[in-house]
């Protein structure tokens, strides 16, 4: 079955940076969109990022500028650098997959990122 395995969150101060990588098994990797998302407490889940099967990316306009995403088919692989991080960037970072756009059809269990001095 798809398994999605997110790594790299932490605590970090504002204006620090950090890269999270999303290993991804069970599917054929390349052929898929992968995406990040993020669930700040007590709001919705929302959009951050996504990437297509193909190189395309899109990104929520709160990260423009400041986190791209990128993927590895070869590692199977997917990474969200994040630079200029701030305390509305404090969340529970998931990675997600499938065949739609933005993909959320399968989940990771998520990584937390905490912003803070």
């Known amino acids: 079955q798809v398994q999605l395995v997110e790594s790299g969150g932490g605590l970090v101060q504002p204006g620090g940076s950090l890269r999270l990588s999303c290993a991804a098994s069970g599917m054929s990797f390349r052929l898929n969109n992968m995406g990040w998302f993020r669930q700040a407490p007590g709001k919705e889940r929302e959009f951050v990022a996504a990437i297509s099967w193909y190189g395309g990316r899109t990104y929520a306009d709160s990260v423009k500028g400041r986190f791209t995403i990128s993927r590895d088919n070869a590692k199977n692989t997917v990474y969200l650098q994040m630079n200029s991080l701030n305390a509305e960037d404090t969340a529970l970072y998931y990675c997600?997959?499938?065949?739609?756009?933005?993909?959320?059809?399968?989940w990771g269990q998520g990584t937390q990122v905490t912003v803070s001095s």
């Open positions: 997600a997959t499938g065949d739609n756009w933005p993909p959320t059809k399968y």
